[in-house]
């Protein structure tokens, strides 16, 4: 019996790839995927992106053909993630009133968080173009047959009030110059959905990560339930400085966090660099980003309609350096 609209029985989820193509290679060989005229597909699964293929590891322009061709064949959907939106506002002109030159700045962090790739195209000007232009095809979000995809955040009430705009789940080229401005409705969506949610440090404290930026917010959970103090709700791999991990939550952090019910349909994400052994956040939530570029795990959930998330059904692969 059919799962899908397309005749697919199951999908397969997969979580940030940054430029680990070989990796992806053996995982969708893990999963029964073999190459049918160049392209990897599978006889009757389709496997879902969720963004971040771009970025940071050694063979990014071989896995953006490797997931590209898979998307213009049929057998793979993938979602936009924030490098890839990054990667848009980099190279994307900012209007000439603005002192920035770019929509993304050209920071030393910014610089930093894309040279792998840029290096890696350098000597492929028009293909890089080409890539950019199929980020701008990428949907935000996808609501699958029981089940749903964002990079970073299900925000349910910035996603009706994006397809009441729109009609749909794709990004505009207007927007990308909006969202230069944080607080506008561009800003809001593509910080939230690509990024996720964040609560601001006591002024005067910081966190610096494990990849040397200095940070005055800290990463949170859209699924905790009844949260009470920082502790209930950070999802980042830093963890916070123990004599504020405790603090209560104020009234207006409260009212800022996201509850996504137990009752909703499953929803997958990445974007968290996770560690350890995969499993389920919770019944209806998994983070299938477990840090492959960081010789972690390249990670995938082989969805088959159930509505609780079972540890069982996740399957990865190892990455060593060159992959």
Not at 147 to 161: K, N
Not at 212 to 229: C, D, I, L, M
Not at 289 to 311: M, N, P, Q, T
Request: hydrophobic share 35%.
């Amino acid at each position: 019996m059919s799962l899908g609209r397309e005749g697919w029985r199951g999908y397969d989820i997969i979580g940030d790839v940054h430029g680990c193509a070989n990796t992806l290679e053996k995982l969708l060989q893990k999963m029964g995927y073999e190459r049918c005229d160049g392209v990897y597909c599978h006889p009757d699964r389709q496997a879902v992106f969720l963004g971040d293929v771009v970025d940071r590891g050694p063979h990014i322009r071989e896995a953006l053909y490797l997931v590209k061709d898979m998307v213009d064949r049929g057998s793979a959907r993938c979602i936009l993630g924030n490098h890839e939106f990054n990667a848009i506002c980099y190279t994307t002109p900012a209007p000439e009133h603005s002192e920035q030159g770019h929509v993304r700045a050209h920071t030393p962090r910014h610089n930093r968080l894309i040279a792998e790739t840029l290096e890696q195209f350098a000597c492929h000007p028009e293909e890089w173009r080409m890539f950019l232009d199929w980020f701008k095809t990428l949907p935000l979000f996808l609501e699958m047959p029981g089940f749903r995809v964002v990079h970073a955040c299900w925000d349910q009430g910035l996603i009706d009030e994006y397809k009441a705009r729109y009609g749909d789940n794709l990004l505009r080229d207007e927007l990308i110059l909006e969202s230069m401005e944080a607080h506008s409705f561009a800003g809001r969506v593509f910080d939230r959905l690509t990024r996720g949610t964040d609560i601001s440090l006591p002024r005067g404290t910081s966190i610096v990560g494990r990849d040397g930026f200095v940070r005055e917010s800290f990463r949170t959970k859209f699924w905790a339930r009844n949260p009470q103090t920082y502790r209930d709700v950070v999802f980042q791999p830093d963890p916070l400085p123990e004599d504020i991990a405790d603090r209560p939550l104020s009234a207006r952090e409260s009212e800022q966090l996201l509850s996504y019910g137990v009752n909703e349909p499953p929803v997958f994400v990445g974007h968290y660099w996770l560690q350890g052994s995969p499993k389920p956040l919770r019944s209806n939530v998994a983070c299938l980003d477990y840090s492959a570029v960081k010789f972690g795990r390249l990670v995938a959930y082989r969805f088959d309609g159930e509505r609780k998330l079972s540890a069982d059904k996740f399957v990865w692969v190892y990455v060593d350096p060159e992959s």
